[in-house]
C-alpha cells in the first residue's frame, strides 16, 4: 500500500469516505445499534459534502480492505469496531494513509479518535448498583467470540466492572452472552443457577436485552422489585423493555458526528496533532433498578435465636 499526496479542497480526491464496520450480530448481519452508527456517519459525512463507501473488513486480508485502500477509492478511513490488537488500524498506521476510529487501542493513538470510557461506565454501573444495597452483582458481556478476539469495549466493560467489585470487597461473576434474545434468556439461567442470590446485574449487551427480562420473569424475579438490572445501551434498547432500562446512553450519532469532525480535520490539517475524545455519558435512571431485597433464605442466620417469652437479662 503507498501513500499518495492529499489533493486540497479545490476539487482533487473522491470525496468520499471510507468505514470500516465489521457486522457483529450472530448470523454476521449488522446489529441495529452498528446500522445507527452507520447512518450516523452517513449523515455527518452528507453534511460534509462526501458520500460513504461502507466495507465489512474486521482484519487487512479482508478482501474488500485493499479494494478500497489499495485502489485509494476513498480519501480517508473511519475504522470501527477496534480490537486490542488490530491489524487493519497497523496497516493503515504503517501507509500513512489518513484514518481516524470510533474505539481506540494503543496504536490507534496516531491518529484522532472517539470512544466511551466503557471501563468507567461499568464501574459506574457498579457503584449505582452498590449504593441500592446490592452485592451479589452479575456482569452480562458480549460473546465469547467477540470477547476472545479482542474487542475493546468488552475488554474495558469487563475491566471496569472486575475492578469496581474488587475495590467495594465483592466478588466478580462475569459472563459472556450472544447478542440475542434467547443467548439473554440462557445467561439468567445460568446466573442463577451458579448464584440464586444474585440481586442485580450490570450488562452491556443490548441486543440480549429483552431475553435478560424475559429469563427473570421465568424465574419469578420482578424488575425492580426482586431484581435491579442497569447497563450501557442506547436509548431505543433501553426504553423498549418493561420497565425501561436504567442505563448510560450509548451516542451513535454523536460519535459518529465527531469521528466525521476529527475526519475532516486529518484530511484539512494533516501535519495538526491527532485529537482523542472520550466520553462519558451520565446514567439515565429509568425503571429497573431498586433498594436491594435480599433473595429469602439467603442471609445468614442471627447468632442468637430469639426465644418467646424469655426476658435475658445482660
Given amino acids: 500500500m503507498a501513500a499518495r499526496p492529499r489533493t486540497d479542497d479545490s476539487g482533487g480526491g473522491t470525496h468520499t469516505l471510507g468505514l470500516l464496520y465489521p457486522p457483529a450480530g450472530r448470523l454476521r448481519d449488522y446489529t441495529t445499534m452498528q446500522l445507527a452508527f452507520v447512518g ?10 462526501y458520500d460513504l463507501l461502507l466495507a465489512p473488513a474486521g482484519t487487512h486480508d479482508d478482501p474488500s480492505f485493499p479494494r478500497m485502500i489499495d485502489d485509494w477509492r476513498v480519501d480517508g478511513v473511519i475504522v470501527m469496531e477496534i480490537r486490542r490488537e488490530d491489524d487493519r488500524v497497523e496497516r493503515l498506521a504503517e501507509a500513512g494513509f489518513p484514518f481516524v476510529a470510533i474505539g481506540r487501542n494503543h496504536r490507534a493513538d496516531v491518529s484522532g479518535w472517539v470512544d466511551l470510557d466503557f471501563a468507567g461506565l461499568a464501574g459506574g454501573c457498579v457503584q449505582h ?36 467489585m474488587k475495590k467495594l470487597l465483592l466478588t466478580p461473576h462475569t459472563y459472556l452472552c450472544g447478542d440475542d434474545l434467547a443467548s439473554g434468556e440462557e445467561v439468567v439461567e445460568k446466573i442463577l443457577s451458579e448464584d440464586p442470590a444474585t440481586t442485580s446485574l450490570v450488562t452491556m449487551n443490548e441486543a440480549a436485552l429483552e431475553g435478560v427480562y424475559r429469563g427473570l420473569t421465568r424465574h419469578g424475579r420482578s424488575v425492580p422489585r426482586d431484581f435491579s438490572v442497569v447497563g450501557v445501551a ?6 423498549q423493555v418493561n420497565p425501561p432500562l436504567t442505563a448510560a446512553e450509548i451516542p451513535a450519532k454523536e460519535m459518529s458526528r465527531v469521528a466525521v469532525d476529527l475526519m475532516m480535520r486529518r484530511l ?17 435512571l429509568r425503571g429497573s433498578t431498586g433498594r436491594c431485597q435480599p433473595v429469602p433464605g439467603s442471609e445468614p442466620e442471627n447468632d442468637l435465636p430469639d426465644f418467646p417469652g424469655l426476658e435475658l437479662d445482660f
Fill in 234 to 239: 442506547a436509548s431505543p434498547w433501553a426504553e
Fill in 40 to 49: 450516523g456517519v452517513a449523515e455527518a459525512a452528507a453534511q460534509q459534502g
Fill in 268 to 284: 484539512r490539517s494533516s501535519d495538526s496533532p491527532p485529537r482523542h475524545v472520550l466520553l462519558k455519558p451520565l446514567i439515565t
Fill in 129 to 164: 448498583l452498590a449504593d441500592l444495597g446490592h452485592r451479589r452483582i452479575a456482569f452480562v458481556n458480549r460473546s465469547e467470540q467477540l470477547f476472545n478476539s479482542g474487542y475493546g469495549f468488552a475488554r474495558l466493560g469487563d475491566e471496569g466492572y472486575t475492578e469496581t
